[in-house]
């Protein structure tokens, strides 16, 4: 059983804290040398991601190179378009590649139904992690955003623009909604399983929240969020779960975030410097808000930004720090180890 008395719970709590709790988006990774020797011996990204012992031997590597107080899950959001159907692969400096992108409204209504058991290897590897922490160290679990996992699905690939999705929901409303609903009720499944399997906090990653209008991302995105917490927390599994949300600068008021995500603490994007501490205060916990491409200056300059954060919210019950969105593979984890210092050291 984790400690409900470590650092990342009593945030979690929206306890005021001399020191926060530190984890990193993206963690794991490609900057870290023991993770790209490891990473040699797969030709596919998501081949690795299905060996359990692997996916173990990841997550504990930031965990004890930094001495963070959580750790993450090692996969990837994109097994359920996986598990569905749509041939997940990703390619060398291009990122995920989709073998059968969603291209029309027959597409969604061929797509097998969501199995939860086809990622027995996710969960395997959850329950592995969790072995290997210690108490105080609480393992997150995590899924992409319904609006997310569809829009890599429909877009086949990571994009700018996501034009293609964008016009796709606009010729195909109906059907974009039974997507949605679809991906709604994957991710409810899969996040259970993640839980069962050992998981004490669960994150979703709503990576393209940003390319919505405020209208389509209440519709598009924030209904099916709202829809995918509201059964977590109704579910006799799951609802004691703590759950954080990722939204990438959403185009929404705070107060709509803060009330109709249903999330217990938001994960805040390195761009939403206006977010109103106000609004959320004694409602939810806040995580991140660091931009990380302060990483790739010299010590005094991250310094100095993060002391400004850590300012910002050194009155504020229940902050988590972190970066405002992953640490990028040009990033010297000297940095990583920098930072965490300056934020115990405060
Ligand atoms: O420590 C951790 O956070 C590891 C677990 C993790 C990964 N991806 C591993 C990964 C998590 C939580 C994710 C989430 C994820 N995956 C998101 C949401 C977070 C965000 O960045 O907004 C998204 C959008 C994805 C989809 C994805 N996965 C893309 C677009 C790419 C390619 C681009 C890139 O950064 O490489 C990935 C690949 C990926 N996922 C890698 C890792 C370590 C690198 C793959 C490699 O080594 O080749």
Request: glycine share 4%; hydrophobic share 35%.
């Amino acid at each position: 059983m984790t400690n409900s008395n470590s650092l990342f719970f009593r945030a979690l709590n929206k306890e005021r804290l001399k020191t926060p709790p530190i984890w990193y988006m993206r963690q794991a990774g490609r900057y870290m040398p023991e993770y790209r020797a490891v990473r040699k011996k797969f030709n596919n990204f998501l081949d690795m991601c299905k060996n359990p012992d692997v996916c173990c031997e990841l997550a504990l590597q930031p965990i004890n190179a930094f001495n963070l107080d959580a750790a993450i899950l090692f996969s990837d959001i994109l097994t359920i378009p996986d598990a569905l159907g749509l041939g997940v692969n990703f390619v060398e400096n291009e990122g995920p590649v989709f073998k059968n992108p969603i291209n029309n409204s027959k597409d969604i209504d061929n797509l097998d139904l969501f199995d939860p058991d086809e990622l027995q290897y996710v969960y395997q590897a959850v329950t592995n992690i969790k072995n290997s922490l210690s108490d105080n160290i609480p393992l997150i679990g995590f899924s992409g955003s319904p609006w997310t996992l569809a829009a890599y699905s429909i877009e086949g690939k990571s994009s700018k623009d996501f034009k293609k999705t964008l016009n796709f929901i606009n010729k195909n409303n109906d059907k974009s909604h039974t997507f949605l609903n679809a991906l709604t009720d994957a991710c409810f499944l899969y996040l259970r399983e993640q839980v069962k399997a050992g998981a004490d906090v669960i994150q979703i990653f709503d990576s393209w929240a940003n390319i919505l209008d405020e209208n389509r991302f209440n519709e598009f995105s924030m209904q099916y969020i709202n829809k995918l917490t509201y059964a977590l927390k109704n579910d006799k599994v799951t609802s004691k779960t703590p759950i954080i949300l990722f939204s990438r600068d959403p185009k929404c008021s705070n107060q709509t975030l803060v009330k109709n995500s249903g999330a217990d603490c938001l994960s805040l994007y390195w761009d939403m410097k206006d977010f109103d501490l106000n609004i959320a205060r004694n409602k939810v916990s806040l995580q991140g808000n660091l931009d990380p491409r302060i990483l790739l200056e010299p010590k005094d300059k991250i310094k100095y930004q993060t002391h400004k954060i850590l300012d910002k919210f050194k009155d504020y019950p229940g902050y988590i720090f972190n970066l405002g969105h992953g640490i990028t593979p040009d990033i010297n984890p000297d940095n990583i180890k920098y930072l965490t210092e300056v934020v115990r050291e405060y």
